[in-house]
């Protein structure tokens, strides 16, 4: 009895921990929003290194975060901000 109960947790386990691997998958962008991260990039990328910083994403216009909200397009990483 107690084998059994210890296999059922342990398989428990194992497909919560496959679970919460799987809904980490970073999603594909279809061609559309791919285009709009390149223009949005391209517009706000002030130093051109090909990202958009916290300082960069601010002088983001209300009307291109609305662009970006209703595509669920994101040009930052959403990444703790570096100590300097």
Same mark, same amino acid.
Request: charged letters at 45%.
């Given at each position: 009895?107690?084998?059994?109960?210890?296999?059922?947790?342990?398989?428990?386990? *194992?497909?919560?921990?496959? $679970?919460?691997?799987?809904?980490?998958?970073?999603?594909?962008?279809?061609?559309?929003?791919?285009?709009?991260?390149?223009? *949005?990039?391209?517009?706000? #990328?002030? $130093? @051109? #290194?090909?990202?958009?910083?916290?300082?960069?994403?601010?002088?983001?216009? #209300?009307? #291109? %975060?609305? @662009? *970006?909200?209703?595509? %669920?397009?994101?040009?930052?990483?959403?990444? @703790?901000?570096?100590?300097?």
């Amino acid at each position: 009895m107690k084998k059994a109960l210890v296999l059922i947790a342990v398989a428990c386990a *194992m497909a919560l921990t496959v $679970n919460a691997a799987e809904g980490k998958a970073k999603k594909e962008l279809t061609p559309e929003q791919q285009k709009l991260k390149k223009e *949005m990039v391209e517009k706000y #990328d002030a $130093n @051109k #290194d090909g990202k958009v910083s916290e300082e960069e994403a601010a002088k983001v216009s #209300d009307a #291109d %975060k609305e @662009k *970006m909200k209703e595509a %669920k397009v994101r040009i930052t990483s959403g990444g @703790k901000k570096k100590k300097e």
